[in-house]
Structures are given as C-alpha cells and as structure tokens.
Nanobody, 128 residues
Framework: QVQLVESGGGSVQAGGSLTLSCAAS????????MGWFRQAPGKEREGLAGIDNDGRTTYADSVKERFTISQDKAKNTLYLQMNSLKPEDTATYYC??????????????????????WGKGTPVTISS
C-alpha cells in the first residue's frame, strides 16, 4: 500500500529556512517520479519541484534558486529544502508520487497530468 507522510512544516519569519520531509512506503522514491506541491487558501495547487528516477530535477520559476528537492534512498524519503522564505510561500505543502519513470515526470509536476498518490500535507506559514 502506497503511503506518503509529510513533516517539517511550521511557522518562520521571512528570510528563514525550513526543510520538509516526505516518508514513503509501499514503493521506492528513487525509481519513480516524486514532487512537491503547495496550495494556498483561495489559490490553485502549484507544482514546485520534481525529481525523476534518473535524478533530473525541475523547479517552478517561483521557487527556483530558493528551494532544493532531494531524496535519501536508504530512508526512502523525499526532502524539500526551502531558503529565503517569503510571506507568499505560506501554504499547505504536499508530497506526491507518480509511478512512472523518465522525463515525463516534468509534465506531472507542471500539471499536464495528475500525480498518482498524495500525502495529507503539512502547513507552512511565513510571517513578515
């Protein structure tokens, strides 16, 4: 059974950093498409970052140079390192998986196709 559990959310001041974790079970994060998304109240869900089975990463323009996606194969865990946080980064952050391999992962992160599994999300609040 596939399960994704996010952790690491919280409240920080603008300019600060947070690291989100996503513990996966039922499949390997290293051999599939993994991504981080967020949704703020009243706004559409936004794909932030993705990593495919070959380690290729993709980032939304809104977080490029500030956020870094990575994974720990031994722990079967996905991470999102978030630096230089801004109030507009306030949202609920979700980890998601698509059981596919290769560069098509990019299309899933950009929203052309949906992901297959989602975590329940972790809230992030950035104060000014």
């Amino acid at each position: 059974q596939v399960q994704l559990v996010e952790s690491g959310g919280g409240s920080v001041q603008a300019g600060g950093s947070l690291t989100l974790s996503c513990a996966a079970s039922g499949f390997s994060v290293a051999t599939h498409c993994m991504g981080w998304f967020r949704q703020a109240p009243g706004k559409e869900r936004e794909g932030l970052a993705g990593i495919d089975n070959d380690g290729r990463t993709t980032y939304a323009d809104s977080v490029k140079e500030r956020f870094t996606i990575s994974q720990d194969k031994a722990k079967n865990t996905l991470y999102l390192q978030m630096n230089s946080l801004k109030p507009e980064d306030t949202a609920t952050y979700y980890c998601a998986a698509a059981l596919i391999a290769g560069p098509r992962c990019n299309l899933r992160i950009r929203g052309y196709y949906d992901m297959d599994y989602w975590g329940k999300g972790t809230p992030v609040t950035i104060s000014s």
